[in-house]
């Protein structure tokens, strides 16, 4: 007997948003019949915003409540929020899955990922690490699952072993042929991970751009400032303040504690924020 | 609660309980001591070897060993013949055994035996051809479970048997019959079995306790040295509770035998056309015929087994599944995909195992509401248009 959350409970017994928009917008399908769980989820986007979700779902228990769930976290949000949604969000939302179930969670990611494929096409996500012509490599014929699956669970889970992966993706999960690949990618990706400061030039520089214009930046707005980025060389970057920022006692503090620890944390523990 | 789970376990008996009582308390003597206070033990094992004699139908006492399970009476069996005949490297059995027979033969083959698995039809059937052609004269065993766990399938052991024995006299016959104890009369000097494994907890005795039947006519090496216990077969102090309890078991199966193949096949019988009738996208996953009377396994087309259970569990009522996701293995049966089952209803396939407590109106209860569970499962399913496709057919 699985040892399931009280959420999850509630949602498989009462799923919300059942069933099928008809004029949907998007729609994002993941799994099939053969490998034995499938989720379609349908939604309706206005303005960028996720006004209806509904859901179809052939699947267990934390498959059903996964796919309920999710349609609940999608309502209302903006497209920019959503595509934020990693498969743990979900199994957060559910108060926790058991270990060998993640792959449910993974499930109604990967839905949600194929539904919105076709919006916002100059999306870049700055933090995809994936080497382009790779991506969607099936590793595991089994289940069909693609390198990228893969790729998305280790990062946004942080998967250390071949196991876990199996838990989140059922790669490997069968003839069990795949483990190496899946081992080989596992190696790959914290490899990258590493030398990620040995990012090309301009990919650092959009990066860092990107960090600044979507993390630092609405903060200070917050608060009546604002902050651009002027100029990177090596590991100094230089910025200017405006608004508030630009006249307040503390913007030493703000630039040392918070855009360079953000930038820190994110990118290198090298770099130095300098106020221009 | 409704219990319907009786291939996986079963309520001890009251009176197998009863049967025990002295041996957990007051008699609680080593079998093998000189005393007199010993006495009640070593009788209480010597009538229980007798019973489990008469219960297969052995020539003689001595050829039963009591173990403490099914899975020790199996590895007993298959590992004992093998290491007396250390010569012969090849061994037949069928791809739906039990995993606690099909995990030791994987090992095995690591070990450098050759392990031909012997497939089956759409109905459960053993292919008897390909057994036949299989055997050759470095053929050591044939292992063969009596009836399937999942399906309740039984398969023809003696017709079997005169296949081994024409084609390799030399060739061993070992029989799983964990799933028939109880269920249907054994004979094991009929069907010409050279070993035969049981365990105590299928049939209304406690877990922990299991029988194994070798022949006088079969040698094998022990699974476990030591003492002389068990003619030296089985090392270890007698479980005299559990073996008491276990015979005492075997005495009410055997009268209630008839009652298996009477009583508890009509609420099987009305509990699956019930199920066929009422549910368009319910299918039997097996053939009609050459079943254990307890036993139904129904899949149903386009929705989730795990989820069925989960929402028969919710009424009280216990049952299990072939899915995938019941088992965290992710993937469904191999029983099932050795059938061949669809893919369309191999994950929705639930097995109803029923026992002599079973009764009318617990399966009126399922029948009357398994019905509701499925059609609101299959209200999710992304399935609808094959679905619809289904209910026009029906």
Redesign the interface.
Known sequence: MWDYSEKV?DH??N?RN?G?IDDADAIG?AGS??C?????IYLKIKDNIVTDAK???????S??ASSSILTEMIIGKSLDEVRKITNKDIADQLGGLPP?KMHCSVMGYEALEDALKGYGDDYQDLDDLREPEKAEKIVCTC?NVTENLIWDAIKQNGLKTVEEV?NYT?AG??CGKCKGLIQDIINTYYAKEKTENQLSPTQRILKINNIIETQISPELQKDGGDINLMDIDGNKVYVKLHGKCSSCKNATLTIKRFVEQTLRTALDENIEVIEV | MIYLDNNATTKIDDKVLEAMMPYLTTEYANPSSMYNFSKKASNVLKDARGVIKDFINAKDEKEIIFTSCGSESANTAIKGVLNYNKSKKHIITSKVEHPCVLNLYQTLEKQGYKVDYIGVNSNGDLDLEQLENAINSDTVLVSIMWANNETGVIFPIQKISEIIKSKNPETKFFVDAVQVAGKIPMDVQEMGIDLLGISGHKFHAPKGVGALYINSKTLITPLIVGGHQERGKRAGTENVPYIAGMAKAAELAMDGLKYETTEVKRLRDKLETTILKRIYNARLNTGVTNRVPNTTNIGFEYVEGELILLHLSDLGICASSGSACTSGSLEPSHVLRAMNVPFTAIHGSIRFSLSRFTTEKEIDYVCDKLPEIIEKITAISPYQDELDALKKLK
């Open positions: 409970m498989y017994r799923p059942v099928k399908i019949l053969a034995g769980d499938q989720l379609k859901f179809q779902t052939f699947g267990c228990g498959a059903v060998e289940f199996t059922k999960g069968a």
